[in-house]
């Protein structure tokens, strides 16, 4: 009888821990800044001849976006998903893309490794109309925490891609979450074995 209770009581530990692990990062943009991200892209709004904001269900953002490139007519910025504070590996990524064009690239890495890639042209008819509702979608890509993915690419071969309203889901690594489900299984041991000499 014991032995259930104690069973039951590390699954429903190890379930609570697992859900507290999880973290939802937003990054809207509006304050100017782009936490977690590094290389060619800008904080901008309004549409202008370098980038134009994304039109989500009809409306136009009157808000501040990212572009990528920041400045030229080609180039990449990366997201970090450990700097954002969460959990180091990403399993969801949500957000408004303005204008898809065929040469916008999202690329997905576990290290330096590539996992996933997935460009506009999988978004037909990406032929970077500024206004159909087509082109400006609402986007979520989800990933099994397995992959580890780490970093996200965002890149564009000519004029730019244009992200806004990004909700990052993280969780911690492979690694950690073995070390914790060992702790747990210590912890549910120890317990037992205190029960029995109780009993006894």
């Given at each position: 009888?014991?032995?259930?209770?104690?069973?039951?009581?590390?699954?429903?530990?190890?379930?609570?821990?697992?859900?507290?692990?999880?973290?939802?990062?937003?990054?809207?943009?509006?304050?100017?800044?782009?936490?977690?991200?590094?290389?060619?892209?800008?904080?901008?709004?309004?549409?202008?001849?370098?980038?134009?904001?994304?039109?989500?269900?009809?409306?136009?953002?009157?808000?501040?976006?990212?572009?990528?490139?920041?400045?030229?007519?080609?180039?990449?910025?990366?997201?970090?998903?450990?700097?954002?504070?969460?959990?180091?590996?990403?399993?969801?990524?949500?957000?408004?893309?303005?204008?898809?064009?065929?040469?916008?690239?999202?690329?997905?890495?576990?290290?330096?490794?590539?996992?996933?890639?997935?460009?506009?042209?999988?978004?037909?008819?990406?032929?970077?109309?500024?206004?159909?509702?087509?082109?400006?979608?609402?986007?979520?890509?989800?990933?099994?925490?397995?992959?580890?993915?780490?970093?996200?690419?965002?890149?564009?071969?000519?004029?730019?891609?244009?992200?806004?309203?990004?909700?990052?889901?993280t969780v911690?690594?492979?690694?950690?979450?073995a070390m914790?489900?060992?702790?747990?299984?210590?912890?549910?041991?120890?317990?037992?074995?205190?029960?029995?000499?109780?009993?006894?």
């Amino acid at each position: 009888m014991n032995c259930i209770f104690y069973t039951a009581c590390i699954a429903s530990i190890t379930l609570t821990a697992a859900q507290a692990g999880a973290s939802t990062t937003i990054i809207d943009f509006n304050d100017g800044s782009a936490p977690g991200f590094s290389g060619n892209y800008k904080v901008t709004s309004g549409t202008d001849s370098t980038a134009a904001a994304p039109v989500i269900d009809g409306v136009r953002d009157e808000t501040r976006y990212l572009a990528v490139p920041g400045t030229g007519t080609s180039g990449s910025a990366f997201l970090d998903v450990g700097a954002l504070g969460g959990g180091s590996v990403l399993t969801r990524l949500n957000a408004d893309w303005g204008s898809i064009d065929s040469y916008n690239t999202l690329t997905f890495y576990a290290g330096s490794t590539v996992v996933q890639t997935i460009t506009g042209s999988m978004f037909p008819p990406a032929n970077g109309d500024q206004s159909s509702a087509s082109t400006n979608r609402n986007i979520t890509l989800d990933f099994n925490r397995n992959l580890g993915i780490t970093r996200v690419g965002f890149s564009s071969g000519q004029l730019a891609l244009e992200l806004d309203n990004l909700s990052v889901g993280t969780v911690p690594e492979p690694a950690t979450w073995a070390m914790l489900l060992l702790g747990f299984t210590m912890v549910g041991a120890a317990a037992r074995r205190r029960s029995k000499a109780v009993t006894a």
